[in-house]
Nanobody
Framework: QVQLVESGGGLVQTGGSLRLSCAASGRTFTIYGMGWFRQAPGKEREFVAALKWSGGITAYADSVKGRFTISRDNTRTTVWLQMNSLKPEDTAVYYC???????????????????WGQGTQVTVSS
């Protein structure tokens, strides 16, 4: 089992920045990739960003490309999501997820992820 804990959410004004953290514990050696997803009220959960532990290959949703950056530490137990130039439409609960499968590219679908954190609220005021 792997446990994921997100932190760093909060309230920010349009154009501001936030940095989300996701700490992984447990059988972290079984993880091959990490992803961030978000879910706004009344909407489905959507892909935000992901990376492969090996090589650090990253992937982003078009809506956040150029504004968000996903990164990891060298111990492969922490992943961050740096969010800049935030917009009101970025308001959502953000979830961290872990992928147990080795893939050619970072997974973009929620079904690819086995473990999930509890989520952290990000609110961007206009």
């Amino acid at each position: 089992q792997v446990q994921l804990v997100e932190s760093g959410g909060g309230l920010v004004q349009t154009g501001g920045s936030l940095r989300l953290s996701c700490a992984a514990s447990g059988r972290t050696f079984t993880i091959y990739g990490m992803g961030w997803f978000r879910q706004a009220p009344g909407k489905e959960r959507e892909f935000v960003a992901a990376l492969k532990w090996s090589g650090g290959i990253t992937a982003y949703a078009d809506s956040v490309k150029g504004r968000f950056t996903i990164s990891r530490d060298n111990t492969r137990t922490t992943v961050w999501l740096q969010m800049n130039s935030l917009k009101p439409e970025d308001t959502a609960v953000y979830y961290c997820a872990a992928d147990r499968q080795s893939r050619f590219a970072p997974a973009r679908t929620s079904l690819s992820y086995t473990y999930w954190g509890q989520g952290t609220q990000v609110t961007v005021s206009s």
